[in-house]
């Protein structure tokens, strides 16, 4: 039972190198997300989706792009790689629907050096 | 606008100790609220959610959380902390998808024997 699978776990870009940052789940899930964490700052939604073929911004959008061609995969497009983008980065999934469970991939630390 | 305080940013408890985790929150309506535990390593893991019925509301791993409808608070308790229960807990507000969902900033739990 994968539930939510990101790839790669670690990663150090350069300043103004770009990556993909993987997201899949396996649950069938409509709606997944992208959020940063940083320390002391709790959890900030970049950008989320509710289907396939529709995405939206969330709270920190700046510097990244995202998109959603299929049910399972979400991937995070970093451009342009900034020191400001180094975070701990979380995939989730949910159901649609107020009150449902958010399921978490274990998430990419990304250092810009 | 909604938001989530977690006034304590870390907790040390002695195992076998009980545990109280605070969380006021300001939201217009009745919300959701969520506990959310990671694990060092980890992505979030819900433990529990409220957000109508009786105000007492029972989670996974024996953790409990009540509300306080006049006091604005969702607390975490557990009568009886366990080793692994060392992790960071998160509490969150919102109704909606998670894209309408506010997480708060965090509390660190240690566990001391």
């Known amino acids: 039972n994968a539930g939510v699978t990101q790839t790669p776990k670690f990663r150090i870009l350069k300043i103004g190198q770009s990556m993909t940052l993987q997201c899949t789940q396996d649950?069938?899930?409509?709606?997944m997300y992208w959020y940063r964490q940083d320390p002391g700052m709790g959890l900030k939604l970049i950008y989320y989706s509710v289907g396939a073929g529709i995405t939206d911004k969330g709270e920190v959008p700046n510097g990244y792009n995202v998109s959603r061609s299929t049910t399972e995969d979400f991937p995070l497009r970093l451009e342009l790689a900034a020191p400001s983008q180094t975070s701990v980065y979380f995939c989730?999934?949910?159901?649609?629907?107020?009150?449902?469970?958010?399921?978490f991939g274990q998430g990419t630390r990304l250092t810009v050096v | 606008a909604q938001s989530v305080t977690q006034p304590d940013i870390h907790i040390t408890v002695s195992e076998g100790a009980s545990l109280e985790l605070r969380c006021n929150y300001s939201?217009?309506?009745?919300?959701?609220l969520f506990w959310y535990v990671q694990s060092p390593g980890q992505g979030l893991q819900l433990l529990l959610k409220?957000?109508?019925?009786?105000?007492l509301v029972q989670g996974i791993k024996g953790f409990e959380a009540e509300f306080k409808r006049s006091q604005s608070s969702f607390n975490l308790r557990k009568p009886s902390v366990h080793w692994s229960d060392a992790a960071e807990y998160f509490c969150a507000v919102g109704a909606g998808g998670y894209q309408k969902v506010t997480f708060g900033t965090g509390t660190k739990l240690q566990v001391i024997p």
């Open positions: 649950m069938n899930h409509n709606y």
């Open positions: 939201y217009g309506a009745t919300p959701y």
């Open positions: 989730a999934s949910s159901s649609p629907g107020a009150g449902t469970e958010a399921f």
């Open positions: 409220y957000f109508s019925g009786d105000t």
